[in-house]
């Protein structure tokens, strides 16, 4: 175990949540949705086999919420076979050093979120200029320098394969991060989609309160490449997914989220896409 395995010093609490905090859901019998303030963290495994895998760690803070609902729904000293994370922003990594020092189990991102997550590299500052609501204008107080894991964290194999998820592949969903993942399952077209786009409009603080469901993009405040955003929703929407769990907001399904993708692919300019910020490119509508 690296010793040295550390977060980034802006690392702190941040005083956020939503009516759906600390609600859990059981989207299919092996993958579950639990909410820590205003992200979401992914359960896949079935509990009778209490073999299963954790999607990203939650906002700061947070190890002891996650590792309470792993006891409850796969037994006492229950630990993940890995960690797989959607990319590394502050809200998708909250808990994880704790998380790994508690298990001591590998950890999985796309190599090109690596640096973010081995103390070599910062994200960009998050915009609070971005049009958009009340979280926007909060972020720059949303941590953004690199957590280092050491050598925790390794690269997802290059074949698309997910580490102990035979049935899921990783795709390459850009636009939120350099190095986002979305995951899929052909047998049943299930998808944990992260922040490739959510299903709440992530700026604005009463929807994120109140979880309002509505698709939308990635959250606006740190999504720096709008064009590859896009993209990934269209590469997204054409795998035609029958249940999405997302990064933000509650999980979606069947006509609901056919629909609702099909409008966003159709509609992205005007859906997602910010009329102002220090990150839009007027040349992506």
Not at 131 to 156: Q, R, T
Not at 245 to 252: A, E, F, I, S
Request: with cysteine; glycine share 8%.
């Amino acid at each position: 175990m690296d010793k040295d395995i550390n977060y980034g010093s802006d690392y702190k609490y941040i005083p956020t949540t939503s009516i759906g905090s600390g609600v859990g859901i059981e989207v299919l019998p092996d993958l579950f949705c639990h909410t820590v303030q205003i992200v979401n963290i992914h359960l896949v495994g079935n509990p009778r086999m209490r073999d299963f895998v954790l999607v990203d760690t939650g906002m700061p803070e947070s190890a002891n919420e996650i590792i309470s609902v792993i006891e409850e729904r796969f037994g006492a000293s229950s630990r993940p076979q890995a960690i797989i994370l959607t990319h590394g922003h502050f809200d998708h990594v909250g808990a994880v050093i704790d998380l790994v020092k508690h298990w001591e189990v590998p950890v999985y991102a796309h190599e090109l979120e690596i640096p973010f997550l081995t103390g070599q590299k910062s994200y960009p500052e998050p915009d609070p200029t971005v049009e958009g609501g009340m979280v926007a204008k909060m972020s720059p107080m949303f941590p953004n320098e690199p957590i280092d894991l050491g050598d925790n964290v390794k690269p997802l194999p290059p074949d698309g394969a997910v580490p102990h998820m035979p049935d899921f592949k990783w795709i390459h969903t850009p636009g939120h991060a350099p190095g986002h993942v979305s995951l899929f399952r052909e047998k049943d077209r299930a998808l944990i989609a992260g922040d490739a786009f959510v299903t709440v409009k992530q700026e604005y603080l009463y929807k994120v309160l109140t979880q309002e469901q509505e698709i939308s993009g990635p959250p606006r405040y740190l999504t720096t490449d709008w064009k590859a955003a896009k993209e990934s929703v269209i590469k997204l929407e054409a795998l035609e997914p029958t249940v999405a769990v997302t990064g933000h907001g509650l999980p979606m399904s069947g006509e609901l989220l056919t629909n609702s993708l099909q409008k966003l692919v159709k509609e992205f300019d005007q859906i997602a896409i910010p009329d102002y910020g220090k990150y839009v490119d007027k040349n992506t509508h």
